[in-house]
């Protein structure tokens, strides 16, 4: 449904008179500043990507609520071509929210959102339109954490393909890096009362470290976060009431509507943490963290296997290998032997969790935590830190990390963390491989239209196997929105510039349609590009002829993974190459194939019937 907007009157039409008599009141009655509110709070939604429709939902929420006298809620929405807007669809535009409508204010062209001239224009124009004694900035798109550090790293092969970062813009192919951001911020000039990241992954240190001279607080999520996202009807609702609140205030607010709604909607059954952050003490902390890198350093060849043992325990996010919970490995190092080490963890843990972490919390999913093993977040205390083991490293991967202001800033505890990931690797060679291909899946009805089908991608990668439906990303790439929420004939899996050794397999599966188990069989065609030297060869497989007139049991014994393995049934799909290899290997080689696929597809069916979307951001 297009969101309908009301474009800004033309105030050039007020009389000169009219000015100067209002300016002359203002003075006189000493209403002067009286219009100044409370609150300006801007939400950066960086959407032309695969949460379109999330950033609609989300407007509607606050249009649900709306600004009032106290409170501003500006906005600048990017969703490029998409058609969401009825005015000027394929701009970007900026609004000032009001309960039921929105004031537009379009830009006139599709801005890179990835741009920090972009961000810092935006906050100059809302701070400049809209005064207000506190200010607040939401940025809201997907997030990876530290990654991002600096573009044309040794992340990129070829030294000009930027390493992804956050807030994405699909239309520009670009990313903000942290970097980028701190350059952002720096150049608007604004402290911000409080920063609040809407995207997945972000409550890092080493992102606190990067953006805490620009906020006296920050929110954020240690996890990945549901394409839902903050609940704004439930946030603009209490700020609207009490918008006397300060960024402390606020901070904390956010962390408990944002637990509240996931804890009480069925629906939304996901696990998620939220937790808010007092910038004041940031630095003390970093400094602390060097001085106890120092400290690891120095016992490491004691502890090397103490140390890893505890590694394993440490409350961990799989979706950014090697971010952990800060907390949870401060407190595992009570049990090493140096009493330096103890007590330097133990000051550290005081200092977050009295002064630093101002409110923390985490919701484990019920229904997709018991039939599908989503993650248990129980040792999620606010703050996570990048400390990898080896096995988790992209190549190039830690020189990145190192050009962070987090590492820069606390080089002992950088030297700290390559030595442990060098030291403790599980796979030590595990080298690098040239990214950036892509696997695309691309369906219509046996007669060229819409199929109604829904098709579902899955990428076995060296480490795990993904999908659409488990989220944005994964360990080696992204994906696109799963079909059954975009409601389009296609998805798609991008890899990242520099990935691990290994083996890519695409795996297809048709999961219904609209007319019924035995319907009209659909045309699939297939696709894959492999990029080399000079080349922008696209490959296909395909078409394949997918429907559920010949569908695989729903109980997989070895007669039927050697079928599946020989392209048997007709709601199931692996490339030739991949039905060539399998075809020779063992049964116990078949049987972990496509166990792992299994798993996943089971998973994504529970968690499919208790959330309307599945994707990350």
């Not at 988790?392 to 020189?399: A, F, I």
């Not at 999961?511 to 922008?536: K, N």
């Amino acid at each position: 449904m297009p969101i309908m907007v009301k474009k800004d009157m033309n105030r050039d039409n007020y009389s000169i008179s009219f000015l100067v008599l209002a300016v002359v009141f203002l003075f006189s009655s000493g209403a002067w500043g009286s219009d100044e509110a409370d609150w300006t709070v801007m939400i950066y939604m960086a959407g032309e990507n695969n949460l379109t429709q999330s950033l609609s939902a989300d407007l509607e929420e606050m249009k649900s609520v709306g600004s009032s006298d106290r409170v501003n809620i500006i906005v600048q929405a990017d969703t490029g071509a998409s058609g969401l807007f009825t005015s000027n669809p394929g701009d970007t535009h900026r609004f000032k929210v009001y309960k039921g409508w929105l004031q537009d204010y379009p830009l006139g062209y599709n801005a890179d959102m990835a741009s920090p001239e972009e961000l810092a224009s935006f906050i100059s124009w809302a701070v400049s339109n809209f005064p207000a004694r506190r200010y607040c900035l939401v940025l809201w798109d997907h997030g990876l954490g530290w990654i991002g550090g600096e573009e044309n790293s040794d992340m990129a092969l070829d030294g000009e393909v930027p390493v992804r970062g956050i807030l994405m813009d699909a239309g520009s192919n670009s990313f903000m890096s942290l970097s980028e951001l701190n350059d952002a911020l720096s150049s608007a000039g604004t402290r911000f009362d409080l920063i609040e990241f809407d995207a997945c992954l972000m409550g890092m240190w080493e992102v606190a470290v990067s953006v805490r001279q620009w906020a006296s607080y920050l929110s954020f999520s240690q996890a990945t976060e549901p394409s839902t996202g903050n609940p704004y009807d439930l946030i603009f609702a209490h700020l609207n009431a009490h918008p006397e609140m300060d960024g402390r205030q606020l901070a904390k607010m956010i962390v408990e509507d944002y637990l509240s709604f996931y804890q009480s909607d069925l629906f939304a059954d996901t696990a998620v943490t939220k937790s808010a952050v007092d910038t004041d003490k940031i630095q003390e902390l970093s400094s602390g963290i060097n001085y106890l890198g120092q400290l690891l350093n120095l016992s490491f060849p004691r502890i090397r296997d103490m140390l890893m043992d505890m590694r394993q325990d440490i409350q961990e996010y799989i979706e950014l290998p090697g971010s952990i919970d800060l907390v949870d490995f401060l407190q595992s190092l009570e049990q090493v032997p140096d009493e330096d080490i103890r007590a330097e963890a133990d000051y550290l843990k005081g200092l977050l969790v009295e002064g630093i972490v101002i409110r923390s919390g985490f919701h484990n999913a019920i229904i997709t935590s018991l039939l599908a093993g989503s993650p248990d977040l129980s040792g999620s205390n606010g703050l996570s830190i990048f400390f990898p083991i080896g096995s988790e490293l992209l190549p190039g991967e830690l020189e990145q990390y190192g050009k962070t202001q987090a590492a820069e800033g606390s080089p002992e505890w950088f030297d700290f963390i390559k030595r442990f990931s060098e030291d403790t690797a599980l796979f030590p060679n595990v080298g690098a491989a040239k990214g950036d291909f892509v696997f695309g899946v691309f369906w219509n009805s046996f007669t060229g239209g819409y199929s109604n089908a829904d098709l579902d991608l899955y990428v076995i990668e060296p480490d795990g196997v993904y999908s659409a439906g488990t989220g944005h990303t994964s360990p080696n790439g992204y994906f696109s929105l799963d079909s059954y929420v975009s409601h389009l004939d296609m998805e798609f899996y991008t890899a990242k510039p520099v990935v691990r050794k290994g083996r890519y397999v695409p795996v297809i599966n048709y999961r219904s349609d609209d007319f019924g188990s035995w319907s009209m069989a659909q045309v699939m065609a297939y696709f894959y590009y492999i990029p080399e030297l000079g080349s922008t060869n696209i490959y296909q497989w395909g078409p394949r002829y997918m429907s559920l007139l010949n569908p695989a049991p729903d109980l997989w014994d070895d007669d039927v993974i050697e079928l599946l393995s020989q392209n048997y049934y007709s709601d199931w799909w692996i490339p030739t190459e991949v039905e060539r290899s399998l075809s020779r290997a063992s049964i116990e080689k078949k049987r972990s194939f496509w166990d792992s696929v299994l798993w996943l597809r089971d998973k994504n069916m529970v968690e499919r019937g208790v959330k309307s979307f599945s994707v990350t951001k």
